[in-house]
Every structure is written in structure tokens, then in C-alpha cells.
Nanobody, 123 residues
Framework: QVQLVESGGGLVQAGGSLRLSCAAS????????IAWFRQAPGKERDFVSA????????SYADSVKGRFTISTDNAKNTIFLQMNSLKPEDTAVYYC????????????????WGRGTQVTVSS
């Protein structure tokens, strides 16, 4: 099993930065892939970024490439999402999710979810 707890959300002005954290724990954690999704009011839960824990291989949605960076801290079992040059359209609840082995961009593939953290970007 995997447990995930997000933190680091808040209110930021357009052009600013935030760093989200996802504290992870669970059996055989190194065999899992971790992803960030986001969901705005009335919208579907969309893929943002993912990383394979074992070797750090990242992937990104086109909308965040060049602005967001996913990374891990192995000693702390924590996944980060560094968000720079934030735009109002980035406003959403951001969720950390996990699945076995290979990263995908489909929310239905992920078995474990955190409760989410709110990110609000003002103009």
C-alpha cells in the first residue's frame, strides 16, 4: 500500500513560483511511479507530470513544459513539483498519485491518491 500527503499549495501572483511536496510511504515504494494531476472546478482531472521512482525518469504535460519540474528526495520519501512562471490557468487542486512501475498519463491507471492541495494564481 502507498500513502500520499500533499502540501505547499497557496495563493501566488501570476509569474510567481510555488513548490508542492508529496510525502509518500508504503511497502515496496521504489517500484512505483508517482504523478501529479490537477483539477479545476467543473473540469476533469488532468495529467501534469510523472516520475519513475527507481531512476527519476520524468514526463510532463505540454502545458507545463519549461515551467514545472518534478523531482524526488529519496532520503525523505518526498516528491516535489517546482512550479515557476505560474499563470492564472494553473489554478486548480493538485493531487499526488501512485501506481506500479510504469508512468502513464491516465488518472484511471493510478491506484493511490492524496487529498490534494489548492493552488491559486491571481492576475
Amino acid at each position: 500500500q502507498v500513502q500520499l500527503v500533499e502540501s505547499g499549495g497557496g495563493l501566488v501572483q501570476a509569474g510567481g513560483s510555488l513548490r508542492l511536496s508529496c510525502a509518500a510511504s508504503g511497502r515496496a515504494f521504489s517500484r512505483y511511479a508517482i504523478a501529479w494531476f490537477r483539477q479545476a472546478p467543473g473540469k476533469e482531472r488532468d495529467f501534469v507530470s510523472a516520475i519513475r521512482w527507481s531512476d527519476g525518469t520524468p514526463s510532463y504535460a505540454d502545458s507545463v513544459k519549461g515551467r514545472f519540474t518534478i523531482s524526488t528526495d529519496n532520503a525523505k520519501n518526498t516528491i516535489f513539483l517546482q512550479m515557476n512562471s505560474l499563470k492564472p490557468e494553473d489554478t486548480a487542486v493538485y493531487y499526488c498519485a501512485a501506481k506500479s512501475f510504469i508512468t502513464t498519463i491516465r488518472a484511471i491507471d493510478y491506484n493511490y491518491w492524496g487529498r490534494g492541495t489548492q493552488v491559486t494564481v491571481s492576475s
